[in-house]
């Protein structure tokens, strides 16, 4: 008898698997209208059951591959979507760029607005001050001097060095480093004020600060590179007058091997130097703490432990609060809590009308395409699902916002037919109040860079259409691009005024550069890919909208990305109302803790009575993010052990038992060093006032030194900051720290090999050997005849001999083309060189212009005419050109007459 294969389902833990079962076997009757309402869907298990039965998991492949094209580590890059789903996204665009077109032909959208359109708002209240903050919270404070102690114990030599610097090394993200540069220029002002000389040396005053050298993005380009060997020479060169205080913010951030920050941080050189101090920063340092990490675990410091109490609003209390209130009516958008839109989930799910419309495009849109989708496809028509559902939910609260009614501006969308939820219309109705200018932000976390600026173009499109131009603003954040603060110059240059207004009273110079400076601006802000982690938002933040994050499965999302996302959210408590977080039903499920009763097992065992089955029971402690991996498994992995998960937030202990991943710099590791330190806090927390006061601190134990080093050091000038941020380009073949040291490396000069040199428009290419025989076998000293159709040397023959040369070359000798060339300079023609000049002519001066503007003095080559108004900064006699020794820049010495015959260089 032939051996029957099986497919393994998920046990079913409930009456509730069971009635899921029986909805997704059994048909729905359309007909009488109305949702269908699912049971509580309890872990991942119960998602997997719902998606086997209505075809989202390929059931002829027990290995189907599962990814979910949204979940993106912080170093990798976003999946592609599949030219399928690329054909079906296209369409779904095409159709809503007409529907948008359909709504602008419309009599009546046009009528209703005329009526019912307030005008803009054209006074705002001037602030000078914006809503910065100045000084140090008690918090802060001692958490600095805690770190401070540890500096002592473990390195107590820093008293005995003069100077003292510091550095801060931040992800490759434009917006983080504009930030932090922003931040320690204010901070060192601030300190400034008490302690003239506290790093004066970089910051003198605020129009020569040269924070931006101090400040390193870990992008590989050719400033942050001068920038990382400038400072690598200086901790050598310097190891006994110097202390260098480093601070690497964001550290779990691609932690990967042979990139920027481990040739720096983990070169023998830099960990063995006595006068550097490197202090780790991490909201989710989880990948730091393994057992490779080289930072000792007495030098590590976790802001709060279970049994602190704060004010700070974070992560679990939005758990917490959303608890407390069993009875959230989510539309009513209570602040501090997490939401689920369960109409938008509705409006999506399988055997929705939408879902059965987007299936038959996809069938249309790829007539000739096998019909055998994977997992990984039908994560992305879910992907593309959500984005539309949404980008249909915004359309529609926008129109409900404009008073326009449902009647009228339904016909124009088709055979879309989703209802808008009541999330979407009270959020849109509440976030920009027309009087006033003022609002509130929304946050939309959209994964693609298409995908944002395709959503960006959409409300821009319908504000312009329900003529909101100068309601609500849309920003779009690129991520690697654009910070989304250029559009204030562009797009969205109406809000410009109000937040010159608002943050510097009115100056009409004043740009922002810095979210926190949209501080009550009615606003749209789309965050792409990755997003900005470290970044502040404004505590006008109202909603954070992640309905387009964490649909189809958790498998492959870690702890430390949920915490990051949701970190964006967290703060402490003011004046404004804490975020509300829109999410999928899936993460909504895992962020909850929670016990329930797993199905019974039967045992078969060996008693001494004989054989024996046993039915036991096992409670599985589900326990929110904490039971998620806690970051990705090529930076850390639990080994042959079994993993090992806290029981709270702020346990780090059992992470200390994971082995580091191949590809982090940790890997294989098995030495620690005492100078190095790591500050874990939450997102939002204060982290970085706190190490801005820890080197305040180091600073006064230093006796306050007034220079940062025993030399000046030179400005590292910053031509332009890379746009294009990728840390993970060429890694591997990033070259190793040793070889930028004094002197070369031999080893590494042998591996070396050459290149071949790249052709001259002028003198030919020496890959060719005809050329190479030209120059030397024929010994030839000019140009290939080749070079000469295309050279601007032939511009200088006479016109007559230059054709010839060209059409003719075997009227004159080989040896004589080169002659011509070289000997017929008789004219220059063009209208912007110096004329011929003959022995016979001379100078002659306008003496009136001269005596009024030029101290004219005779030589023996002629006359050097000086300007008066520059005269005394440049000169010290008027008898003789005598420079003045204390210039720092010479005058330019301009001939009124060329060299030789034709004032060009004689070349």
Same mark, same amino acid.
């Given at each position: 008898?032939?051996?029957?294969?099986?497919?393994?389902?998920?046990?079913?833990?409930?009456?509730?698997?069971?009635?899921?079962?029986?909805?997704?076997?059994?048909?729905?009757?359309?007909?009488?209208?109305?949702?269908?309402?699912?049971?509580?869907?309890?872990?991942?298990?119960?998602?997997?059951? &719902?998606?086997?039965?209505?075809?989202?998991?390929?059931?002829?492949?027990?290995?189907?591959?599962?990814?979910?094209?949204?979940?993106?580590?912080?170093?990798?890059?976003?999946?592609?979507?599949?030219?399928?789903?690329?054909?079906?996204?296209?369409?779904?665009?095409?159709?809503?760029?007409?529907?948008?077109?359909?709504?602008?032909?419309?009599?009546?959208?046009?009528?209703?607005?005329?009526?019912?359109?307030?005008?803009?708002?054209?006074?705002?209240?001037?602030?000078?001050?914006?809503?910065?903050?100045?000084?140090?919270?008690?918090?802060?404070?001692?958490?600095?001097?805690?770190?401070?102690?540890? #500096?002592?114990?473990?390195?107590?030599?820093?008293?005995?060095?003069?100077?003292?610097?510091?550095?801060?090394?931040?992800?490759?993200?434009?917006?983080?480093?504009?930030?932090?540069?922003?931040?320690?220029?204010?901070?060192?002002?601030?300190?400034?004020?008490?302690?003239?000389?506290?790093?004066?040396?970089?910051?003198?005053?605020?129009?020569?600060?040269?924070?931006?050298?101090?400040?390193?993005?870990? #992008?590989?380009?050719?400033?942050?590179?001068?920038?990382?060997?400038?400072?690598?020479?200086?901790?050598?060169?310097?190891? %006994?007058?110097?202390?260098?205080?480093?601070?690497?913010?964001?550290?779990?951030?691609?932690?990967?091997?042979?990139?920027?920050?481990?040739?720096?941080?983990?070169?023998?050189?830099?960990?063995?130097?006595?006068?550097?101090?490197?202090?780790?920063?991490?909201?989710?340092?989880?990948?730091?703490?393994?057992?490779?990490?080289?930072?000792?675990?007495?030098?590590?410091?976790?802001?709060?432990?279970?049994?602190?109490?704060?004010?700070?609003?974070?992560?679990?209390?939005?758990?917490?609060?959303?608890?407390? &209130?069993?009875?959230?009516?989510?539309?009513?958008?209570?602040?501090?809590?997490?939401?689920?839109?369960?109409?938008?989930?509705?409006?999506?799910?399988?055997? %929705?009308?939408?879902?059965?419309?987007?299936?038959?495009?996809?069938?249309?849109?790829?007539?000739?395409?096998?019909?055998?989708?994977?997992?990984?496809?039908?994560?992305?028509? &879910?992907?593309?699902?959500?984005?539309?559902?949404?980008?249909?939910?915004?359309?529609?609260?926008?129109?409900?916002?404009?008073?326009?009614?449902?009647?009228?501006?339904?016909?124009?969308?088709?055979?879309?037919?989703?209802?808008?939820?009541?999330?979407?219309?009270?959020?849109?109705?509440?976030?920009?109040?027309?009087?006033?200018?003022?609002?509130?932000?929304?946050?939309?976390?959209?994964?693609?860079?298409?995908?944002?600026?395709?959503?960006?173009?959409?409300?821009?499109?319908?504000?312009?259409?329900?003529?909101?131009?100068?309601?609500?603003?849309?920003?779009?954040?690129?991520?690697?691009?654009?910070?989304?603060?250029?559009?204030?110059?562009?797009?969205?240059?109406?809000?410009?005024?109000?937040?010159?207004?608002?943050?510097?009273?009115?100056?009409?110079?004043?740009?922002?550069?810095?979210?926190?400076?949209?501080?009550?601006?009615?606003?749209?802000? #789309?965050?792409?890919?990755?997003?900005?982690?470290?970044?502040?938002?404004?505590?006008?933040?109202?909603?954070?909208?992640?309905?387009?994050?964490?649909?189809?499965?958790?498998?492959?999302?870690?702890?430390?990305?949920?915490?990051?996302?949701?970190?964006?959210?967290?703060?402490?408590?003011?004046?404004?109302?804490?975020?509300?977080?829109?999410?999928?039903?899936?993460?909504?499920?895992?962020?909850?803790?929670?016990?329930?009763?797993?199905?019974?097992?039967?045992?078969?065992?060996?008693?001494?009575?004989?054989?024996?089955?046993?039915?036991? %029971?096992?409670?599985?402690?589900?326990?929110?993010?904490?039971?998620?991996?806690?970051?990705?498994?090529?930076?850390?992995?639990?080994?042959?052990?079994?993993?090992?998960?806290?029981?709270?937030?702020?346990?780090?202990?059992?992470?200390?038992?994971?082995?580091?991943?191949?590809?982090?710099?940790?890997?294989?590791?098995?030495?620690?060093?005492?100078?190095?330190?790591?500050?874990?806090?939450?997102?939002?927390?204060?982290?970085?006032?706190?190490?801005?006061?820890?080197?305040? &601190?180091?600073?006064?134990?230093?006796?306050?030194?007034?220079?940062?080093?025993?030399?000046?050091?030179?400005?590292?000038?910053?031509?332009?900051?890379?746009?294009?941020?990728?840390?993970?380009?060429?890694?591997?073949?990033?070259?190793?720290?040793?070889?930028?040291?004094?002197?070369?490396?031999?080893?590494?000069?042998?591996?070396?090999?050459?290149?071949?040199?790249?052709?001259?428009?002028?003198?030919?290419?020496?890959?060719?050997?005809?050329?190479?025989?030209?120059?030397?076998?024929?010994?030839?000293?000019?140009?290939?005849?080749?070079?000469?159709?295309?050279?601007?040397?032939?511009?200088?023959?006479?016109?007559?001999?230059?054709?010839?040369?060209?059409?003719?070359?075997?009227?004159?000798?080989?040896?004589?083309?080169?002659?011509?060339?070289?000997?017929?300079?008789?004219?220059?023609?063009?209208?912007?060189?110096?004329?011929?000049?003959?022995?016979?002519?001379?100078?002659?001066?306008?003496?009136?212009?001269?005596?009024?503007?030029?101290?004219?003095?005779?030589?023996?080559?002629?006359?050097?005419?000086?300007?008066?108004?520059?005269?005394?900064?440049?000169?010290?006699?008027?008898?003789?050109?005598?420079?003045?020794?204390?210039?720092?820049?010479?005058?330019?010495?301009?001939?009124?007459?060329?060299?030789?015959?034709?004032?060009?260089?004689?070349?």
């Amino acid at each position: 008898m032939d051996s029957i294969q099986t497919r393994d389902l998920p046990t079913f833990d409930s009456d509730d698997d069971e009635e899921i079962l029986k909805i997704c076997n059994s048909s729905i009757n359309e007909d009488k209208g109305g949702a269908v309402k699912l049971p509580t869907l309890d872990s991942d298990e119960d998602v997997e059951i &719902l998606q086997i039965c209505n075809g989202f998991v390929d059931e002829n492949n027990d290995n189907a591959e599962d990814i979910d094209p949204h979940d993106i580590d912080d170093g990798d890059e976003e999946v592609e979507t599949s030219a399928a789903c690329q054909n079906l996204d296209q369409y779904m665009r095409t159709l809503i760029e007409q529907t948008i077109a359909s709504l602008s032909r419309d009599e009546m959208v046009h009528k209703l607005l005329d009526e019912k359109s307030p005008g803009p708002p054209t006074e705002f209240e001037k602030n000078g001050a914006g809503i910065k903050k100045k000084g140090v919270f008690d918090k802060q404070s001692e958490i600095a001097t805690q770190l401070l102690q540890k #500096i002592h114990t473990s390195s107590p030599q820093i008293k005995d060095f003069k100077f003292f610097d510091f550095y801060i090394f931040v992800p490759r993200f434009i917006g983080l480093g504009r930030q932090t540069i922003d931040r320690l220029k204010e901070f060192i002002e601030e300190k400034q004020e008490q302690c003239p000389s506290f790093l004066q040396g970089i910051q003198q005053d605020i129009s020569e600060s040269r924070v931006e050298d101090h400040v390193i993005r870990t #992008i590989k380009c050719k400033n942050e590179n001068s920038k990382v060997e400038n400072l690598k020479q200086r901790v050598l060169n310097e190891k %006994s007058e110097t202390l260098f205080f480093i601070v690497h913010d964001e550290a779990h951030f691609a932690p990967k091997k042979h990139n920027m920050v481990d040739m720096f941080i983990n070169d023998p050189a830099i960990l063995q130097s006595p006068n550097v101090v490197l202090l780790q920063v991490s909201a989710t340092p989880y990948c730091l703490v393994t057992k490779n990490s080289r930072i000792p675990e007495e030098n590590c410091i976790n802001w709060f432990t279970k049994e602190d109490s704060s004010n700070y609003f974070g992560i679990q209390d939005f758990v917490d609060n959303t608890l407390k &209130l069993k009875e959230v009516i989510a539309d009513q958008l209570q602040e501090g809590t997490i939401v689920v839109d369960e109409a938008f989930e509705v409006n999506i799910q399988v055997g %929705s009308n939408f879902e059965k419309f987007l299936k038959l495009q996809y069938k249309n849109c790829n007539k000739n395409k096998t019909e055998n989708k994977g997992r990984s496809e039908k994560n992305q028509l &879910l992907r593309v699902a959500r984005l539309h559902g949404l980008i249909m939910q915004y359309m529609k609260g926008l129109l409900k916002k404009a008073n326009i009614p449902s009647h009228i501006y339904d016909k124009h969308f088709q055979s879309r037919t989703e209802e808008l939820t009541g999330i979407t219309e009270r959020m849109i109705q509440d976030f920009a109040e027309p009087k006033n200018g003022e609002g509130k932000m929304i946050l939309l976390r959209v994964m693609g860079k298409k995908e944002g600026q395709f959503f960006a173009k959409v409300l821009r499109k319908m504000r312009k259409l329900l003529k909101m131009d100068n309601m609500f603003s849309v920003v779009l954040d690129l991520d690697d691009e654009k910070t989304g603060m250029e559009d204030f110059l562009n797009e969205e240059i109406n809000f410009l005024k109000r937040l010159q207004s608002w943050n510097d009273g009115g100056n009409p110079r004043f740009r922002p550069s810095t979210y926190k400076e949209l501080h009550k601006l009615p606003l749209i802000l #789309i965050v792409c890919e990755k997003g900005k982690m470290g970044i502040t938002y404004p505590p006008s933040l109202r909603w954070y909208d992640l309905r387009l994050r964490y649909y189809s499965s958790l498998s492959g999302v870690t702890r430390g990305a949920i915490e990051q996302d949701f970190g964006r959210a967290c703060r402490y408590p003011s004046t404004e109302m804490l975020p509300t977080i829109f999410v999928s039903r899936l993460v909504n499920k895992r962020l909850f803790p929670r016990k329930r009763m797993k199905a019974k097992k039967t045992k078969f065992s060996y008693a001494a009575a004989g054989q024996r089955y046993d039915e036991t %029971s096992e409670v599985d402690d589900s326990n929110g993010v904490c039971k998620l991996d806690p970051d990705y498994s090529h930076h850390m992995h639990r080994g042959k052990t079994k993993k090992e998960f806290p029981s709270n937030n702020s346990d780090l202990n059992p992470y200390r038992s994971w082995t580091s991943g191949k590809e982090h710099w940790d890997y294989a590791n098995n030495e620690i060093h005492a100078n190095r330190y790591l500050l874990v806090g939450r997102p939002q927390i204060g982290k970085t006032g706190a190490f801005l006061h820890l080197a305040f &601190l180091l600073w006064k134990e230093l006796q306050r030194p007034k220079n940062t080093g025993p030399r000046s050091t030179e400005p590292i000038e910053i031509i332009e900051w890379d746009e294009v941020e990728n840390d993970d380009m060429d890694e591997r073949k990033s070259p190793n720290i040793e070889q930028l040291l004094k002197y070369p490396q031999v080893q590494h000069l042998k591996s070396l090999t050459l290149t071949k040199p790249k052709a001259s428009p002028r003198y030919g290419d020496p890959n060719d050997k005809n050329v190479q025989k030209w120059y030397l076998e024929d010994g030839r000293t000019y140009p290939f005849p080749d070079c000469l159709k295309t050279s601007s040397l032939l511009k200088r023959i006479e016109p007559g001999a230059r054709l010839n040369a060209i059409k003719n070359p075997e009227i004159c000798p080989k040896d004589d083309i080169g002659a011509r060339v070289s000997t017929r300079f008789e004219n220059v023609y063009s209208d912007f060189c110096a004329k011929k000049l003959t022995h016979n002519q001379s100078l002659i001066l306008d003496m009136n212009m001269c005596q009024a503007n030029y101290t004219g003095t005779k030589m023996n080559w002629g006359y050097l005419l000086r300007n008066r108004k520059s005269f005394q900064g440049k000169w010290q006699m008027t008898q003789t050109p005598t420079l003045d020794p204390k210039i720092k820049l010479p005058p330019i010495i301009i001939p009124t007459s060329g060299r030789a015959s034709s004032a060009l260089l004689d070349l």
